[in-house]
Nanobody, 114 residues
Framework: QVQLVESGGGLVQAGGSLRLSCAASGRLFISRMGWYRQAPGKQRELVAV???????NYLDSVKGRFTISRDNAKNTVYLQMNSLKPEDTAVYYC?????????WGQGTQVTVSS
């Protein structure tokens, strides 16, 4: 069983920054690690993903503002969010792939005020 612990959400003014972290427990070989978000009344969407080799992919609306990174020794993925906008407000979920399985974090609220 893989457990994910997220941290780093909160309330920030537009233009501000936040850094999300997600740590996975156990001895794991994690393939991809990513962040999704879900705003009220909207579907969950992929924000950013990073492979075991370090390749990244981003949602168009966050390109140039968000940066995903990972520390394989700590089984941890980060999302640095800069120049935040009110439309970035959502619950952010960590997702990791281990073998053929997907695991999700509990979610962390990010609120950006205008």
């Amino acid at each position: 069983q893989v457990q994910l612990v997220e941290s780093g959400g909160g309330l920030v003014q537009a233009g501000g920054s936040l850094r999300l972290s997600c740590a996975a427990s156990g001895r794991l070989f994690i393939s991809r690690m990513g962040w999704y978000r879900q705003a009220p009344g909207k579907q969950r969407e992929l924000v950013a993903v990073i492979t075991s080799g370090g390749s990244t992919n981003y949602l168009d609306s966050v390109k140039g503002r968000f940066t995903i990174s990972r520390d394989n020794a700590k089984n941890t993925v980060y999302l640095q969010m800069n120049s935040l906008k009110p439309e970035d407000t959502a619950v952010y979920y960590c997702n990791v792939g281990v073998g053929r399985s997907d695991y999700w974090g509990q979610g962390t609220q990010v609120t950006v005020s205008s």
